[in-house]
Protein backbone atom coordinates (compact mmCIF):
# COMPACT_ATOMS: atom_id res chain seq x y z
CA UNK A 1 0.00 0.00 0.00
CA UNK A 2 1.07 3.32 -1.21
CA UNK A 3 0.83 6.47 1.79
CA UNK A 4 -2.44 7.68 1.03
CA UNK A 5 -3.83 4.15 1.09
CA UNK A 6 -2.29 3.79 4.23
CA UNK A 7 -3.13 6.89 5.62
CA UNK A 8 -7.00 6.55 4.41
CA UNK A 9 -6.18 3.19 5.95
CA UNK A 10 -5.70 3.99 9.32
CA UNK A 11 -8.34 7.09 9.60
CA UNK A 12 -10.88 5.27 8.50
CA UNK A 13 -10.88 3.22 11.58
CA UNK A 14 -11.45 6.29 13.11
CA UNK A 15 -13.94 7.11 10.92
CA UNK A 16 -15.98 4.28 11.77
CA UNK A 17 -15.61 4.71 15.45
CA UNK A 18 -16.82 8.71 14.77
CA UNK A 19 -19.65 7.17 12.96
CA UNK A 20 -20.77 4.90 15.20
CA UNK A 21 -20.88 7.59 18.22
CA UNK A 22 -22.86 9.67 15.39
CA UNK A 23 -24.93 7.30 15.08
CA UNK A 24 -25.60 6.56 18.31
CA UNK A 25 -25.87 10.11 19.30
CA UNK A 26 -28.14 10.81 16.67
CA UNK A 27 -30.93 8.07 17.30
CA UNK A 28 -30.40 9.30 20.98
CA UNK A 29 -31.63 12.99 19.72
CA UNK A 30 -34.28 11.66 18.04
CA UNK A 31 -36.68 11.65 20.36
CA UNK A 32 -36.06 14.15 22.26
CA UNK A 33 -36.04 16.30 19.14
CA UNK A 34 -39.75 15.01 18.70
CA UNK A 35 -40.94 16.20 22.23
CA UNK A 36 -39.48 19.43 21.43
CA UNK A 37 -40.66 20.17 17.92
CA UNK A 38 -44.41 18.71 19.40
CA UNK A 39 -44.06 21.37 21.95
CA UNK A 40 -42.93 24.27 19.84
CA UNK A 41 -45.42 23.59 17.30
CA UNK A 42 -48.33 23.23 19.63
CA UNK A 43 -47.81 25.66 22.59
CA UNK A 44 -50.38 28.57 21.71
CA UNK A 45 -49.07 31.07 24.38
CA UNK A 46 -46.45 33.88 24.18
CA UNK A 47 -44.94 35.16 20.70
CA UNK A 48 -46.64 32.45 18.86
CA UNK A 49 -45.99 33.99 15.15
CA UNK A 50 -42.37 34.38 15.83
CA UNK A 51 -41.93 30.88 16.69
CA UNK A 52 -44.48 28.78 14.57
CA UNK A 53 -43.11 30.92 11.61
CA UNK A 54 -38.98 29.80 12.78
CA UNK A 55 -40.02 26.37 12.79
CA UNK A 56 -41.95 26.01 9.73
CA UNK A 57 -38.48 27.67 7.86
CA UNK A 58 -36.77 24.74 10.22
CA UNK A 59 -39.28 21.94 8.52
CA UNK A 60 -38.93 23.18 5.23
CA UNK A 61 -35.05 23.36 4.84
CA UNK A 62 -34.49 19.84 7.06
CA UNK A 63 -37.29 18.51 4.58
CA UNK A 64 -35.76 19.83 1.76
CA UNK A 65 -32.16 19.04 2.66
CA UNK A 66 -33.56 15.30 3.02
CA UNK A 67 -35.17 15.15 -0.18
CA UNK A 68 -32.08 16.74 -1.36
CA UNK A 69 -30.18 13.24 -0.78
CA UNK A 70 -28.04 11.73 -3.92
CA UNK A 71 -30.01 8.21 -3.07
CA UNK A 72 -33.40 10.10 -3.85
CA UNK A 73 -32.30 11.37 -7.14
CA UNK A 74 -34.82 9.76 -9.57
CA UNK A 75 -38.07 10.36 -7.32
CA UNK A 76 -37.38 14.06 -7.69
CA UNK A 77 -38.99 15.83 -10.54
CA UNK A 78 -42.61 16.58 -8.37
CA UNK A 79 -41.13 17.47 -4.70
CA UNK A 80 -41.85 21.66 -5.27
CA UNK A 81 -45.26 21.10 -6.95
CA UNK A 82 -46.26 18.52 -4.30
CA UNK A 83 -45.11 20.95 -1.71
CA UNK A 84 -46.85 24.23 -3.01
CA UNK A 85 -49.82 22.27 -3.55
CA UNK A 86 -49.55 20.52 0.04
CA UNK A 87 -48.72 23.91 1.06
CA UNK A 88 -51.91 25.67 -0.30
CA UNK A 89 -54.57 23.32 0.87
CA UNK A 90 -52.69 23.43 4.37
CA UNK A 91 -53.37 26.68 4.23
CA UNK A 92 -56.57 27.14 3.02
CA UNK A 93 -58.33 24.65 5.19
CA UNK A 94 -57.90 26.39 8.65
CA UNK A 95 -58.27 29.83 7.19
CA UNK A 96 -61.89 29.06 5.72
CA UNK A 97 -63.18 27.23 8.93
CA UNK A 98 -61.66 30.21 10.89
CA UNK A 99 -65.07 30.28 12.60
CA UNK A 100 -64.24 27.03 14.67
CA UNK A 101 -60.87 28.58 15.73
CA UNK A 102 -61.00 28.77 19.72
CA UNK A 103 -58.96 31.48 20.86
CA UNK A 104 -58.13 30.61 24.42
CA UNK A 105 -56.70 27.11 23.59
CA UNK A 106 -53.62 26.78 25.36
CA UNK A 107 -52.12 23.81 22.71
CA UNK A 108 -52.65 23.18 19.22
CA UNK A 109 -53.29 19.79 19.13
CA UNK A 110 -53.91 19.44 15.23
CA UNK A 111 -50.15 20.70 14.93
CA UNK A 112 -48.81 18.73 16.80
CA UNK A 113 -50.33 16.22 15.23
CA UNK A 114 -49.42 16.30 11.97
CA UNK A 115 -46.03 17.15 13.22
CA UNK A 116 -45.90 13.99 14.48
CA UNK A 117 -47.02 12.42 11.28
CA UNK A 118 -44.47 14.41 9.80
CA UNK A 119 -41.28 13.21 12.29
CA UNK A 120 -42.61 9.50 11.76
CA UNK A 121 -42.40 9.35 7.96
CA UNK A 122 -38.98 11.29 8.20
CA UNK A 123 -37.90 8.22 10.65
CA UNK A 124 -39.34 5.34 8.60
CA UNK A 125 -37.99 6.78 5.84
CA UNK A 126 -34.41 6.76 6.85
CA UNK A 127 -35.26 3.10 7.95
CA UNK A 128 -35.85 2.45 4.54
CA UNK A 129 -32.75 3.99 3.37
CA UNK A 130 -30.30 2.56 5.55
CA UNK A 131 -32.30 -1.15 4.71
CA UNK A 132 -31.28 -0.11 1.39
CA UNK A 133 -34.89 -0.61 -0.15
CA UNK A 134 -34.29 0.74 -3.60
CA UNK A 135 -38.15 2.30 -4.32
CA UNK A 136 -39.38 4.39 -1.58
CA UNK A 137 -40.96 7.20 -4.10
CA UNK A 138 -44.00 6.99 -2.63
CA UNK A 139 -43.48 7.21 0.97
CA UNK A 140 -41.06 10.11 -0.39
CA UNK A 141 -43.53 12.08 -1.66
CA UNK A 142 -46.29 11.26 1.18
CA UNK A 143 -43.55 12.66 3.56
CA UNK A 144 -43.12 16.14 0.91
CA UNK A 145 -47.41 16.53 1.01
CA UNK A 146 -47.04 16.33 5.26
CA UNK A 147 -44.70 18.82 5.20
CA UNK A 148 -46.56 21.05 2.94
CA UNK A 149 -49.31 20.23 4.95
CA UNK A 150 -47.71 21.07 8.13
CA UNK A 151 -46.12 24.21 6.77
CA UNK A 152 -49.29 25.41 5.71
CA UNK A 153 -51.52 24.61 8.29
CA UNK A 154 -48.71 26.52 10.95
CA UNK A 155 -49.17 29.99 9.13
CA UNK A 156 -53.03 29.21 7.72
CA UNK A 157 -53.96 28.26 11.74
CA UNK A 158 -51.77 31.28 12.92
CA UNK A 159 -53.37 33.84 10.06
CA UNK A 160 -57.02 32.05 11.38
CA UNK A 161 -56.26 33.09 14.98
CA UNK A 162 -54.97 36.32 14.16
CA UNK A 163 -58.15 37.57 11.92
CA UNK A 164 -59.97 35.66 14.52
CA UNK A 165 -58.55 37.87 17.80
CA UNK A 166 -59.09 40.93 15.02
CA UNK A 167 -62.98 40.13 14.64
CA UNK A 168 -63.31 39.44 18.19
CA UNK A 169 -61.85 43.13 18.97
CA UNK A 170 -63.88 44.58 16.58
CA UNK A 171 -66.96 43.21 18.33
CA UNK A 172 -65.60 44.30 21.97
CA UNK A 173 -65.25 47.36 20.46
CA UNK A 174 -68.85 48.13 18.96
CA UNK A 175 -70.09 46.83 21.69
CA UNK A 176 -68.47 48.97 24.02
CA UNK A 177 -69.51 52.31 22.10
CA UNK B 1 -25.22 39.08 27.96
CA UNK B 2 -21.84 37.01 26.70
CA UNK B 3 -19.81 35.48 30.17
CA UNK B 4 -16.74 37.30 29.28
CA UNK B 5 -14.61 34.59 31.51
CA UNK B 6 -15.99 32.45 28.50
CA UNK B 7 -13.96 34.36 25.72
CA UNK B 8 -10.81 33.50 27.89
CA UNK B 9 -10.90 30.03 28.31
CA UNK B 10 -12.44 29.70 24.43
CA UNK B 11 -8.72 31.07 24.30
CA UNK B 12 -7.23 28.63 26.02
CA UNK B 13 -8.97 25.47 24.28
CA UNK B 14 -9.08 26.73 20.81
CA UNK B 15 -5.21 26.31 20.51
CA UNK B 16 -5.14 23.29 22.58
CA UNK B 17 -7.43 21.71 20.15
CA UNK B 18 -5.47 22.78 17.23
CA UNK B 19 -2.18 21.34 18.28
CA UNK B 20 -3.86 17.97 19.35
CA UNK B 21 -5.57 17.82 15.97
CA UNK B 22 -2.07 18.39 14.07
CA UNK B 23 -0.51 16.06 16.43
CA UNK B 24 -2.70 13.43 15.83
CA UNK B 25 -2.88 13.55 12.30
CA UNK B 26 0.81 14.06 12.14
CA UNK B 27 1.23 10.40 14.46
CA UNK B 28 -1.16 8.96 11.40
CA UNK B 29 1.55 10.13 9.01
CA UNK B 30 4.05 8.99 10.47
CA UNK B 31 2.84 5.77 11.04
CA UNK B 32 1.73 5.43 7.44
CA UNK B 33 5.17 7.09 5.85
CA UNK B 34 6.67 3.92 7.79
CA UNK B 35 4.63 1.43 6.99
CA UNK B 36 4.74 2.11 2.98
CA UNK B 37 7.74 2.94 2.83
CA UNK B 38 9.83 1.26 0.09
CA UNK B 39 6.39 0.85 -1.48
CA UNK B 40 6.98 2.26 -5.25
CA UNK B 41 3.53 3.65 -6.41
CA UNK B 42 2.70 2.28 -9.86
CA UNK B 43 2.21 4.70 -12.77
CA UNK B 44 -1.96 5.27 -13.62
CA UNK B 45 -2.47 3.89 -17.18
CA UNK B 46 -5.44 6.17 -18.21
CA UNK B 47 -3.05 8.85 -18.25
CA UNK B 48 -1.86 7.60 -21.59
CA UNK B 49 -4.97 7.13 -22.52
CA UNK B 50 -7.13 9.95 -21.83
CA UNK B 51 -5.64 12.99 -24.20
CA UNK B 52 -5.16 16.59 -22.92
CA UNK B 53 -7.73 18.46 -23.76
CA UNK B 54 -7.34 22.24 -23.83
CA UNK B 55 -10.28 24.37 -25.74
CA UNK B 56 -9.82 28.00 -27.14
CA UNK B 57 -12.62 30.45 -27.01
CA UNK B 58 -15.55 28.90 -29.38
CA UNK B 59 -14.01 25.89 -30.54
CA UNK B 60 -15.78 22.53 -30.41
CA UNK B 61 -14.40 19.27 -30.92
CA UNK B 62 -16.22 15.72 -30.01
CA UNK B 63 -14.36 12.82 -28.13
CA UNK B 64 -15.90 9.85 -27.69
CA UNK B 65 -15.22 8.05 -24.18
CA UNK B 66 -16.31 4.97 -22.64
CA UNK B 67 -17.53 5.90 -19.09
CA UNK B 68 -18.48 3.95 -15.90
CA UNK B 69 -20.66 4.75 -13.24
CA UNK B 70 -18.58 5.21 -9.48
CA UNK B 71 -21.64 5.21 -7.35
CA UNK B 72 -24.30 2.38 -7.79
CA UNK B 73 -27.03 4.27 -5.19
CA UNK B 74 -27.55 6.97 -7.14
CA UNK B 75 -29.88 7.24 -9.87
CA UNK B 76 -29.12 7.46 -13.14
CA UNK B 77 -28.64 10.50 -15.08
CA UNK B 78 -31.59 12.17 -17.27
CA UNK B 79 -31.29 13.51 -20.42
CA UNK B 80 -32.01 17.36 -19.10
CA UNK B 81 -28.49 16.66 -16.76
CA UNK B 82 -25.51 19.04 -18.18
CA UNK B 83 -21.92 16.65 -17.99
CA UNK B 84 -18.84 18.16 -16.91
CA UNK B 85 -15.45 16.63 -17.55
CA UNK B 86 -13.41 16.54 -14.52
CA UNK B 87 -11.43 14.73 -12.01
CA UNK B 88 -12.46 12.49 -9.49
CA UNK B 89 -10.96 11.72 -5.48
CA UNK B 90 -12.77 8.47 -5.50
CA UNK B 91 -9.76 7.28 -8.09
CA UNK B 92 -7.59 8.27 -5.01
CA UNK B 93 -9.60 7.39 -1.96
CA UNK B 94 -11.47 4.39 -2.82
CA UNK B 95 -9.44 0.91 -2.54
CA UNK B 96 -8.00 -0.91 -5.78
CA UNK B 97 -10.44 1.31 -7.86
CA UNK B 98 -7.59 2.75 -9.76
CA UNK B 99 -6.19 -0.65 -9.76
CA UNK B 100 -9.26 -1.99 -11.96
CA UNK B 101 -8.91 0.67 -14.23
CA UNK B 102 -5.37 0.04 -14.67
CA UNK B 103 -6.01 -3.45 -15.67
CA UNK B 104 -8.36 -2.50 -18.31
CA UNK B 105 -6.39 0.15 -19.67
CA UNK B 106 -3.54 -2.29 -19.96
CA UNK B 107 -5.67 -5.41 -21.46
CA UNK B 108 -8.76 -3.54 -23.11
CA UNK B 109 -9.62 -5.81 -25.62
CA UNK B 110 -9.35 -9.06 -23.04
CA UNK B 111 -12.46 -7.93 -20.54
CA UNK B 112 -15.85 -6.45 -20.75
CA UNK B 113 -17.10 -2.59 -20.27
CA UNK B 114 -20.13 -4.87 -18.24
CA UNK B 115 -17.22 -6.93 -15.96
CA UNK B 116 -14.76 -3.90 -15.55
CA UNK B 117 -18.84 -1.79 -14.40
CA UNK B 118 -19.38 -4.87 -11.98
CA UNK B 119 -16.09 -4.90 -10.68
CA UNK B 120 -15.91 -0.77 -10.13
CA UNK B 121 -19.27 -1.65 -7.94
CA UNK B 122 -17.98 -4.13 -5.89
CA UNK B 123 -15.08 -1.80 -4.66
CA UNK B 124 -18.03 0.30 -3.54
CA UNK B 125 -18.92 -2.42 -1.46
CA UNK B 126 -22.34 -2.92 -2.46
CA UNK B 127 -21.69 -6.10 -4.08
CA UNK B 128 -20.66 -8.96 -2.85
CA UNK B 129 -17.94 -11.65 -4.39
CA UNK B 130 -20.50 -14.45 -4.36
CA UNK B 131 -22.73 -12.43 -6.75
CA UNK B 132 -19.89 -11.92 -9.37
CA UNK B 133 -19.42 -13.87 -12.57
CA UNK B 134 -16.13 -15.66 -13.00
CA UNK B 135 -15.07 -13.41 -15.55
CA UNK B 136 -15.90 -10.80 -12.92
CA UNK B 137 -13.54 -11.96 -10.39
CA UNK B 138 -11.04 -13.02 -12.32
CA UNK B 139 -10.58 -9.26 -13.48
CA UNK B 140 -10.61 -8.08 -9.67
CA UNK B 141 -7.90 -11.41 -8.70
CA UNK B 142 -6.30 -9.94 -11.67
CA UNK B 143 -5.92 -6.24 -11.13
CA UNK B 144 -5.58 -6.82 -7.31
CA UNK B 145 -4.17 -10.23 -6.94
CA UNK B 146 -6.10 -11.09 -4.19
CA UNK B 147 -9.44 -12.53 -3.90
CA UNK B 148 -12.65 -10.85 -2.56
CA UNK B 149 -9.80 -7.91 -1.23
CA UNK B 150 -12.94 -5.63 -0.56
CA UNK B 151 -13.87 -8.33 2.17
CA UNK B 152 -13.12 -6.69 5.71
CA UNK B 153 -11.37 -3.90 4.05
CA UNK B 154 -11.98 -0.92 6.34
CA UNK B 155 -12.28 2.34 4.07
CA UNK B 156 -14.82 0.24 1.93
CA UNK B 157 -16.60 -0.67 4.73
CA UNK B 158 -16.50 2.72 6.68
CA UNK B 159 -17.83 4.74 3.02
CA UNK B 160 -20.62 2.20 2.82
CA UNK B 161 -21.74 2.78 6.14
CA UNK B 162 -21.08 6.65 5.54
CA UNK B 163 -23.08 6.40 2.18
CA UNK B 164 -26.09 5.28 3.70
CA UNK B 165 -26.25 6.81 7.37
CA UNK B 166 -24.71 9.60 6.60
CA UNK B 167 -27.58 11.06 5.54
CA UNK B 168 -29.87 9.96 8.25
CA UNK B 169 -26.88 11.11 11.26
CA UNK B 170 -26.57 14.55 9.52
CA UNK B 171 -30.69 14.86 9.15
CA UNK B 172 -31.15 13.77 12.79
CA UNK B 173 -28.60 15.66 14.04
CA UNK B 174 -29.65 19.02 12.34
CA UNK B 175 -33.19 18.55 12.98
CA UNK B 176 -32.48 17.91 16.77
CA UNK B 177 -29.98 20.97 17.48
CA UNK B 178 -32.34 23.07 15.35
CA UNK B 179 -35.32 22.67 16.96
CA UNK B 180 -33.05 22.19 20.56
CA UNK B 181 -32.26 26.28 18.70
CA UNK B 182 -35.89 26.88 18.10
CA UNK B 183 -36.78 25.97 22.08
CA UNK B 184 -34.18 28.23 23.47
CA UNK B 185 -35.11 31.44 21.16
CA UNK B 186 -39.06 30.60 21.29
CA UNK B 187 -40.42 29.44 24.64
CA UNK B 188 -39.84 31.65 27.77
CA UNK B 189 -38.45 29.09 29.91
CA UNK B 190 -36.38 26.48 27.47
CA UNK B 191 -35.06 24.89 30.53
CA UNK B 192 -37.98 23.39 31.36
CA UNK B 193 -38.77 21.78 28.15
CA UNK B 194 -35.55 20.35 27.56
CA UNK B 195 -35.87 18.99 30.86
CA UNK B 196 -38.98 16.89 29.68
CA UNK B 197 -37.49 16.15 26.50
CA UNK B 198 -33.66 14.27 27.66
CA UNK B 199 -35.62 12.90 31.44
CA UNK B 200 -35.85 9.52 29.54
CA UNK B 201 -32.90 9.12 28.40
CA UNK B 202 -30.11 10.16 31.50
CA UNK B 203 -31.08 9.90 35.04
CA UNK B 204 -33.10 12.34 36.87
CA UNK B 205 -29.49 13.70 38.70
CA UNK B 206 -27.91 14.76 35.69
CA UNK B 207 -31.16 16.35 34.12
CA UNK B 208 -32.14 18.36 37.05
CA UNK B 209 -27.98 19.10 36.92
CA UNK B 210 -28.60 20.20 32.99
CA UNK B 211 -31.35 21.98 33.13
CA UNK B 212 -31.30 24.05 36.67
CA UNK B 213 -27.45 24.09 36.50
CA UNK B 214 -25.46 26.69 35.08
CA UNK B 215 -25.75 25.41 31.51
CA UNK B 216 -30.18 25.48 31.54
CA UNK B 217 -29.80 29.15 33.66
CA UNK B 218 -27.95 30.53 30.56
CA UNK B 219 -30.33 29.50 28.23
CA UNK B 220 -32.94 30.57 30.52
CA UNK B 221 -31.85 34.05 30.51
CA UNK B 222 -31.06 34.19 26.69
CA UNK B 223 -33.99 33.36 26.09
CA UNK B 224 -35.23 35.97 28.35
CA UNK B 225 -33.36 38.69 26.26
CA UNK B 226 -33.96 41.76 25.84
CA UNK B 227 -32.94 41.94 21.89
CA UNK B 228 -34.90 38.66 21.58
CA UNK B 229 -37.77 39.77 23.21
CA UNK B 230 -38.67 42.76 20.69
CA UNK B 231 -37.66 40.68 17.98
CA UNK B 232 -40.41 37.98 18.69
CA UNK B 233 -43.08 41.13 19.80
CA UNK B 234 -42.32 42.81 16.50
CA UNK B 235 -42.47 39.79 14.08
CA UNK B 236 -45.72 39.38 15.80
CA UNK B 237 -47.02 42.46 15.62
CA UNK B 238 -45.70 42.78 11.42
CA UNK B 239 -47.79 39.66 10.84
CA UNK B 240 -50.84 40.92 12.86
CA UNK B 241 -50.82 44.16 10.58
CA UNK B 242 -50.17 41.97 7.51
CA UNK B 243 -53.59 39.78 8.86
CA UNK B 244 -55.74 43.04 9.72
CA UNK B 245 -54.42 44.66 6.37
CA UNK B 246 -55.67 41.67 4.14
CA UNK B 247 -58.54 41.13 6.35
CA UNK B 248 -59.88 44.63 6.64
CA UNK B 249 -59.45 45.32 2.34
CA UNK B 250 -61.64 41.39 2.21
CA UNK B 251 -64.21 42.74 4.64
Redesign the interface.
Known amino acids: MGFTEMYSYILSYFGICFLGLGILLSMGLIIPACYWLFTTFAVNEGSVVFRRLLVMLAVIYISFSYLGTPSFYEAAGWWKTTFFGAFILGFIVPVLRMDISRLDRRRDRGLAWISGVWWSLLVFSEALLVSEASHQAMVLYLFTGVAGILCGVTIGTTFAQTARRKIAESAQATGGQ | MIDISLIGKARKVIPWIAVSLVTFFGI ?2 V ?3 V ?2 SG ?1 L ?1 KPMQYQNVVPDIRLNPGERKVFEFESFCL ?1 N ?4 PRSTDAYSLMSTPAI ?2 R ?1 YLRDIFDEYLSHPSRWKQSDVQQAVWYTEGRKKWTTLSPEQRRLIQSATGKEDPVSGH ?2 V ?2 SR ?9 K ?6 F ?3 G ?2 V ?4 LPSA ?2 E ?3 S ?2 VGSRLVQKISRGRFGQSLNTLAANKGLER ?3 H ?2 VL ?2 RL ?2 RL ?1 LRRR
Open positions: IAISLLSVKDSKGGKLPPVFLMASSFGVVVTNLILAIVLLVLTLPVIRGIWMLRVTDFTVFF
